[in-house]
T-cell receptor, first 108, second 116 residues
Framework: KNEVEQSPQNLTAQEGEFITINCSYS?????LHWLQQHPGGGIVSLFM???GKKKHGRLIATINIQEKHSSLHITASHPRDSAVYIC??????????FGTGTRLQVFP | GAGVSQSPRYKVAKRGQDVALRCDPI?????LFWYQQALGQGPEFLTY????????KSGLPSDRFFAERPEGSVSTLKIQRTQQEDSAVYLC??????????????FGDGTRLSIL
């Protein structure tokens, strides 16, 4: 069993839909990251969380430390949101442990 | 530029050749990380530097992999006697603080390595 599990693996949506991507982890962490990766490899850090909830534009990230679970929400999705979204946890030794990613496609 | 810069963007090598991948972190960033991302998978940790000190190399898959950061800024990941299973995207990330604790990691665009 992977230390970081994401669901779903693949997700398609119509423009305007509300999207949720889930992440569960089984190790002790100091922080959790949500990352966005576009074709070609570049990774952009969206959020770093250690508790509660953060919002940036149409993106919202939440974390429940007791349940070892985090969610990334996208409101009013748009085709430009199409990308791979990766959950990564920062272990107590500082290195990141990544999930396998959720491939999101938003159609107009 | 202001971001993490990796070169080359693409590298094709024949099996058995040695390759060197370069990472220029954001100026002033103390921590530097190397990750390997196989096709369709999430990145996996290779090694971590704090300034010039390599504090964790537990992710390096074999003794053919070697990383250095001699002056605490630019880092080079070297792979000797490359094998086909080394084909992957190699990502570099840097962060500001000591050990990167509570600091976001900033990623480069990666080097896509293909071994023929």
């Amino acid at each position: 069993k992977n230390e970081v599990e994401q669901s779903p693996q693949n997700l398609t949506a119509q423009e305007g839909e509300f999207i949720t991507i889930n992440c569960s982890y089984s190790v002790g962490i100091s922080a959790l990251h949500w990352l966005q990766q576009h074709p070609g490899g570049g990774i952009v850090s969206l959020f770093m969380l250690s508790s509660g909830k953060k919002k940036h534009g149409r993106l919202i990230a939440t974390i429940n430390i007791q349940e070892k679970h985090s969610s990334l929400h996208i409101t009013a999705s748009h085709p430009r949101d199409s990308a791979v979204y990766i959950c990564a946890v920062r272990s107590n030794t500082d290195k990141l442990i990544f999930g396998t990613g959720t491939r999101l496609q938003v159609f107009p | 530029g202001a971001g993490v810069s990796q070169s080359p963007r693409y590298k094709v090598a024949k099996r058995g050749q040695d390759v060197a991948l370069r990472c220029d972190p954001i100026s002033g960033h103390v921590s530097l990380f190397w990750y390997q991302q196989a096709l369709g998978q999430g990145p996996e940790f290779l090694t971590y530097f704090q300034n010039e000190a390599q504090l964790d190399k537990s992710g390096l898959p074999s003794d053919r992999f070697f990383a250095e950061r001699p002056e605490g800024s630019v880092s080079t990941l070297k792979i000797q006697r490359t094998q086909q299973e080394d084909s992957a995207v190699y990502l570099c990330a840097s962060s500001l603080g000591w050990g990167g604790r509570h600091q976001p990691q900033h990623f480069g665009d990666g080097t896509r390595l293909s071994i023929l």
